[in-house]
C-alpha cells in the first residue's frame, strides 16, 4: 500500500452542489517526486464566488477545465500505476474535506473509490504519536524553492494551490517519520 498525500479546492461547501475546482496528489515516498493534479469543470451552475477565489481561478477558467469523468479515470489510473501492495491510502491535513470531495468524485463518475471509505489526517497522526492531542505540526511543512532573486530557500507558504499544498503537508510526514514515526514508505 502506498500513501497519498492529498489536497482539495472547491468553489463551495457543498458536495454535488458545489464543485471541485482542482486537486493534488503526491505518493509518500523519499522523494516526493510522484505527483497528480487535476482540474475539473463544474457539475452545476451553483458556486460560491468567495470560495472559489481561494483556488485563483476565475469561473471562466473553472468552466474551462477538463470533463471530472476523464480527470478521476486518469487519476485512478494513475493511482493504479504509482501504488504498491495493496489499497492506496489518502492522507490529508482536513481528511473531512479532501476525503470526501476525492470520494463523492470517484463513486459519482467512476463508480468507486480506489482509496475506499477510510483516511488519515496529519493532526491525528502526529498527535497520536506525540501523546498529546494539542501537538503543533504546520510548522514542519518545509519546502526548498526559488526566491525572486534566485536563490534556494527553504520555508513554505500554503498557496492554496492543491498540488503545492500536498507536497508541503508531505514534507511534514517525512519530518514525523524522521522523528521516529513508525509509518512505512
Known amino acids: 500500500m502506498s500513501y497519498y498525500v492529498i489536497d482539495v479546492e472547491s468553489?463551495?461547501?457543498?458536495?454535488?452542489?458545489?464543485?471541485?475546482?482542482?486537486?493534488?496528489?503526491v505518493r509518500l515516498d523519499n522523494e516526493l517526486q510522484t505527483t497528480f493534479y487535476g482540474q475539473t469543470r463544474p457539475v452545476s451552475e451553483s458556486y460560491n464566488q468567495e470560495a472559489l477565489a481561494i483556488?485563483?481561478?476565475?469561473?471562466?477558467e473553472h468552466v474551462s477545465f477538463e470533463d471530472p469523468k476523464i480527470v478521476f479515470e486518469q487519476f485512478a489510473l494513475w493511482?493504479?500505476?504509482?501504488?504498491?501492495?495493496?489499497?492506496?491510502?489518502?492522507?490529508?491535513?482536513?481528511?473531512?474535506y479532501d476525503a470526501s470531495w476525492i470520494n463523492w468524485y470517484f463513486q459519482t463518475f467512476c463508480g468507486s473509490n480506489p482509496f475506499g471509505y477510510s483516511s488519515r489526517r496529519i493532526g491525528d497522526i502526529?498527535?497520536?504519536?506525540?501523546?498529546?492531542?494539542?501537538?503543533s505540526w504546520k510548522?514542519?511543512?518545509?519546502?526548498?524553492?526559488?526566491?525572486?532573486?534566485?536563490?534556494?530557500?527553504?520555508?513554505?507558504?500554503?498557496?492554496?494551490?492543491?498540488?503545492?499544498?500536498a507536497l508541503g503537508n508531505a514534507h511534514a510526514l517525512?519530518?514525523?517519520?524522521?522523528?521516529g514515526l513508525k509509518l512505512r514508505l
Not at 140 to 148: A, H, L, P, Q, S
Request: proline share 4%; aromatic share 8%.
Open 55 to 60: 483556488s485563483g481561478f476565475s469561473r471562466e
Open 139 to 165: 510548522q514542519m511543512r518545509t519546502v526548498t524553492f526559488i526566491d525572486k532573486d534566485g536563490r534556494e530557500q527553504k520555508g513554505f507558504t500554503h498557496t492554496h494551490n492543491p498540488l503545492e499544498d
Open 11 to 25: 468553489d463551495g461547501p457543498i458536495l454535488g452542489v458545489n464543485s471541485l475546482v482542482c486537486f493534488g496528489a
Open 79 to 96: 493511482l493504479s500505476e504509482t501504488n504498491t501492495n495493496g489499497k492506496p491510502i489518502l492522507i490529508s491535513d482536513n481528511n473531512g
Open 126 to 135: 502526529w498527535s497520536g504519536f506525540k501523546n498529546n492531542m494539542r501537538a
Open 174 to 179: 517525512l519530518y514525523m517519520i524522521n522523528e
